[in-house]
């Protein structure tokens, strides 16, 4: 009797501890779904909310433009056009944020590294950046290197490079410095964007790397909290690490170190 009551207990207790890895299974999926759906609600808002604007500038100055822009001068119609230009790749950047933060989500985001010239490949980045909004800015690249091409990966470095200039350039007035430095060692390359913009609050610098979390003094300037997310996940497929240092009104100075295959 005793021994049956003994393999009851144990057959219970065993039972009991199932039930309890299954329940805490259930719950972690529960709160994945949650998750998702808090991000998709949270995409949501932010396309419908970030695209009203620049699709009503678009539309007013195509209207203007039907309507007056014949007895307007060359000069004023070229402006209206860098305009609506200008809105269109504001959209297309903000749908690739969206499109990209998806991806990673779902773990589609692959490494898949080549060998690169880093010299050439930042200074691409830097002449992107500069285009029409940001054409009088200077950005200066200095570096220290010991190899000529390197493993990386292309696309997610740019992903990172454009986020983070991009950054830098918006979030500081337009006669302020912007520095690039760029380091390769054997094993990794080093790279830091450095700005003396607005800088960062240091409440809001540990959450900076998920999706839609803005700094309170960027309230005024416009965004979307994905960049950085984006820049994260990036650096995270290299195996890598990105750290900030920043000081609210004097300036901003992402680290960002990836280890070569
Ligand atoms: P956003 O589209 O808002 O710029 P990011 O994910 O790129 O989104 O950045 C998240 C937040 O981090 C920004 O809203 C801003 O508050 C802060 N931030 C990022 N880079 C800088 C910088 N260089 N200077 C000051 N604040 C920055």
Same mark, same amino acid.
């Given at each position: 009797?005793?021994?049956?009551?003994?393999?009851?207990?144990?057959?219970?207790?065993?039972?009991?501890?199932?039930?309890?890895?299954?329940?805490?299974?259930?719950?972690?999926?529960?709160?994945?779904?949650?998750?998702?759906?808090?991000?998709?609600?949270?995409?949501?808002?932010?396309?419908?909310?970030?695209?009203?604007?620049?699709?009503?500038?678009?539309?007013?100055?195509?209207?203007?433009?039907?309507?007056?822009?014949?007895?307007?001068?060359?000069?004023?119609?070229?402006?209206?056009?860098?305009?609506? @230009?200008?809105?269109?790749? @504001?959209?297309?950047?903000?749908?690739?944020?969206?499109?990209?933060?998806?991806?990673?989500?779902?773990?589609?985001?692959?490494?898949?590294?080549?060998?690169?010239?880093?010299?050439? =490949?930042?200074?691409?980045?830097?002449?992107?950046?500069?285009?029409?909004?940001?054409?009088?800015?200077?950005?200066?690249?200095?570096?220290? =290197?010991?190899?000529?091409?390197?493993?990386?990966?292309?696309?997610?470095?740019?992903?990172?490079?454009?986020?983070?200039?991009?950054?830098?350039?918006?979030?500081?007035?337009?006669?302020?410095?912007?520095?690039?430095?760029?380091?390769?060692?054997?094993?990794?390359?080093?790279?830091?964007?450095?700005?003396?913009?607005?800088?960062?609050?240091?409440?809001?610098?540990?959450?900076?790397?998920?999706?839609? @979390?803005?700094?309170?003094?960027?309230?005024?300037?416009?965004?979307?909290?994905?960049?950085?997310?984006?820049?994260?996940?990036?650096?995270?497929?290299?195996?890598?690490?990105?750290?900030?240092?920043?000081?609210?009104?004097?300036?901003?100075?992402?680290?960002?170190?990836?280890?070569?295959?």
């Amino acid at each position: 009797m005793a021994a049956l009551n003994h393999e009851l207990e144990s057959i219970v207790e065993e039972r009991t501890a199932e039930l309890q890895r299954s329940n805490a299974e259930l719950l972690r999926s529960l709160s994945a779904a949650q998750e998702l759906n808090d991000l998709k609600s949270r995409f949501i808002t932010l396309t419908s909310h970030e695209f009203r604007t620049p699709l009503t500038t678009i539309l007013g100055s195509t209207e203007l433009l039907k309507h007056y822009g014949e007895n307007w001068t060359q000069d004023k119609r070229e402006r209206y056009l860098d305009r609506i @230009h200008d809105t269109v790749d @504001h959209m297309t950047r903000l749908l690739n944020d969206v499109l990209t933060v998806g991806q990673a989500e779902a773990g589609q985001l692959t490494f898949s590294p080549s060998l690169v010239n880093p010299l050439d =490949l930042f200074e691409s980045a830097i002449e992107q950046v500069l285009t029409k909004t940001y054409r009088d800015r200077r950005i200066q690249l200095s570096h220290d =290197l010991h190899a000529r091409d390197v493993y990386l990966d292309q696309t997610l470095v740019s992903q990172i490079l454009s986020n983070l200039l991009s950054n830098a350039l918006k979030y500081s007035a337009a006669d302020s410095a912007i520095e690039v430095y760029l380091k390769t060692e054997e094993n990794q390359i080093l790279f830091r964007v450095r700005d003396h913009g607005i800088g960062i609050p240091e409440a809001d610098q540990a959450d900076l790397f998920t999706s839609f @979390h803005r700094a309170k003094n960027a309230a005024n300037i416009q965004g979307t909290g994905l960049g950085l997310s984006i820049v994260k996940n990036a650096v995270n497929l290299h195996g890598g690490q990105v750290t900030v240092e920043s000081q609210e009104g004097s300036g901003s100075t992402f680290t960002v170190l990836l280890p070569l295959t």
